[in-house]
T-cell receptor, first 116, second 115 residues
Framework: AQTVTQSQPEMSVQEAETVTLSCTYD???????LFWYKQPPSRQMILVIR??????QNATENRFSVNFQKAAKSFSLKISDSQLGDTAMYFC?????????????FGTGTRLKVLA | NAGVMQNPRHLVRRRGQEARLRCSPM?????VYWYRQLPEEGLKFMVY????????ESGMPKERFSAEFPKEGPSILRIQQVVRGDSAAYFC?????????????FGAGSRLTVL
């Protein structure tokens, strides 16, 4: 069975600084997607970044980038130049890239607070 | 193009009442997924539906919970005889038929509180 672990329940960072959120996962499969979702106080689930496991290059979206280490089954999120609007819960998620699969496996989340 | 619309955003029910949560997928999306988020937890898969078909309901409790996605109208998640443990945020997501579940758009969720 696939699992996703986020070992940091809470983190804080000063505005304009950089922070890294950790995520590890477990699967015996080779093809899958990994995601980071942001859930602000409004509770909307917002896709931050997505990584296909077959791609070696780390995904980047503006201030957000990932460090994908497939062998170590690690998928950390780096937020550069943190902004107050980045304050939110961040969820790491995983889905197999197999025909007929559709169940996302979510971690328990990391609550990030950006301090002014 | 409106996103995934869920209503109500907040619903309060007393124990034993019924709760109905609605989800209108994005335009052009014919696949709907329901997830539940208990307090301080990540989202957990409940059910996957296509128009008029339940594809997988393996994540739904066997009793009191049901879901439908009729040919016309929104998808409905129905919880009968609610108990306090049903208090949670219920999220709906949708995807287009050609993209699979790796392209999901989530709604803002419906928060159910059972008194």
């Amino acid at each position: 069975a696939q699992t996703v672990t986020q070992s940091q329940p809470e983190m804080s960072v000063q505005e304009a600084e950089t922070v890294t959120l950790s995520c590890t996962y477990d699967t015996s499969e080779n093809n899958y997607y990994l995601f980071w979702y942001k859930q602000p106080p409004s509770r909307q689930m917002i896709l931050v970044i997505r990584q296909e496991a077959y791609k070696q290059q780390n995904a980047t979206e503006n201030r957000f980038s990932v460090n994908f280490q497939k062998a170590a089954k690690s998928f950390s999120l780096k937020i550069s130049d943190s902004q107050l609007g980045d304050t939110a819960m961040y969820f790491c998620a995983f889905i197999l890239l197999t025909s007929g699969t559709y169940k996302y496996i979510f971690g328990t989340g990391t609550r990030l607070k950006v301090l002014a | 193009n409106a996103g995934v619309m869920q209503n109500p955003r907040h619903l309060v029910r007393r124990r034993g009442q019924e709760a109905r949560l609605r989800c209108s997928p994005m335009k052009g999306h014919s696949h709907v997924y329901w997830y539940r988020q208990l307090p301080e937890e990540g989202l957990k898969f409940m059910v996957y539906l296509q128009k008029e078909n339940i594809i997988d309901e393996s994540g739904m409790p066997k009793e009191r919970f049901s879901a439908e996605f009729p040919k016309e109208g929104p998808s409905i998640l129905r919880i009968q005889q609610v108990v306090r443990g049903d208090s949670a945020a219920y999220f709906c997501a949708s995807s287009p038929p050609w993209a699979g579940a790796n392209v999901l758009t989530f709604g803002a969720g419906s928060r159910l509180t059972v008194l």
